[in-house]
């Protein structure tokens, strides 16, 4: 495995080849992912099958569900033709006898697995893995595919991915982050990644149970970006190239009242066919999903909501994400021939 190539850069000490933050990433990484992207799903579409990951060994180590985390990366896995092993870490492995993560990944490390996907409950945990595997010789690259309330770093590539497929840019866009802003990973990842990018403003709508956290805010502030807070979803609908809907994390949050509170004010937090319609023309309707009640089923036909096709853009930034850790002598390639 070739790690002398910057493809993205360091956070808290863990770099490349490892995959644990948003803050890795500058414009310059994000706009070559989104190319190589572009030319995979061009080149490995459905139904095809390249061998440039033969050799490798990809394992999905997932102690939290997943639906299109873990089953993207898979289909990357396959199409690239890598061996793919994937766990049930808290169900079915020795994480039950009482193993700790780090553990595990020096274990996966021993028996020669090159790229590890996790997801688990802790923040942090793809760091901790990381660093931990750092000290040993030639270990496995680890990619955070979702830990705790914390990140969500490759969900944050592919929704980035997408709204540079719909507006050929990201600079001097307006983006409303919508519903669970405090427990959700995948909107401060979101805003992370946003931040690199000029003149984008966020608007940030939720309850007061749920706003964002002052971490992501005083990065922005320090990164420069506009941002501002309302729990009026219409009013930001309505000045918004992109709406990112986000459902309420009840299973992040023990307090019962609060989990009644949460319910309720997010009923007003919910994407309609009406407000659906209010929004400009050209802008369009996220969700990382899985979704709760937050979109009505019958914005699905409506032309801005974007949501199963971001999903599908899952498949290709992951396949983008594996290659250059896999085989970047490919990625170049490919990236050489797109021009
Ligand atoms: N968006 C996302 O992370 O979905 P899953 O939980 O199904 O992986």
Not at 61 to 82: D, Q
Request: include cysteine.
């Amino acid at each position: 495995m070739m790690t002398n190539q910057k493809w993205w850069g360091d956070y808290e000490g863990v770099g490349f080849p490892n995959l644990v933050a948003s803050q890795q990433f500058d414009k310059e990484h994000l706009l070559t992912l989104f190319q190589l992207s572009k030319v995979l799903k061009r080149n490995v579409p459905k139904g095809t099958r390249q061998d440039w990951l033969k050799g490798c060994t990809c394992l999905n180590l997932f102690s939290e569900p997943s639906t299109r985390t873990r089953g993207s990366n898979e289909m990357s896995e396959g199409r690239l033709g890598a061996a793919k092993i994937s766990f049930d870490n808290d169900q079915f492995s020795s994480a039950v006898k009482g193993e700790s993560k780090t553990d595990a990944g020096l274990a996966w490390h021993a028996m020669e697995v090159d790229i590890i996907v996790m997801r688990h409950k802790d923040e942090n945990a793809a760091l901790d893995v990381a660093r931990c595997l750092s000290h040993e010789e030639n270990p496995p690259a680890v990619i955070n595919g979702g830990d705790g309330k914390g990140q969500h770093p490759t969900q944050a590539l592919l929704d980035l991915f997408t709204i540079f497929e719909r507006f050929e840019k990201i600079d001097n866009l307006t983006i409303a982050m919508v519903g669970d802003l405090l427990r959700g990973r995948t909107v401060r990842s979101l805003a992370y990644m946003l931040s690199k990018f000029t003149g984008v403003k966020i608007i940030f709508v939720s309850s007061r149970f749920s706003k964002m956290g002052q971490d992501v805010k005083d990065y922005l502030n320090e990164h420069g970006v506009i941002w501002s807070e309302t729990e009026n979803l219409v009013e930001a609908a309505r000045q918004s190239d992109v709406v990112y809907m986000t459902r309420p994390q009840l299973e992040r949050e023990r307090n019962l009242i609060k989990r009644w509170l949460m319910r309720r004010a997010n009923r007003n937090l919910t994407m309609t066919k009406i407000i659906a319609e209010q929004m400009p023309m050209s802008s369009i309707i996220m969700h990382p999903f899985p979704r709760n009640e937050e979109i009505e089923t019958d914005v699905d036909s409506n032309e801005r909501a974007w949501y199963f096709w971001q999903m599908r853009n899952g498949v290709y930034i992951r396949m983008a994400i594996m290659l250059i850790i896999g085989n970047p002598t490919k990625a170049k390639e490919l990236l050489a021939q797109a021009g």
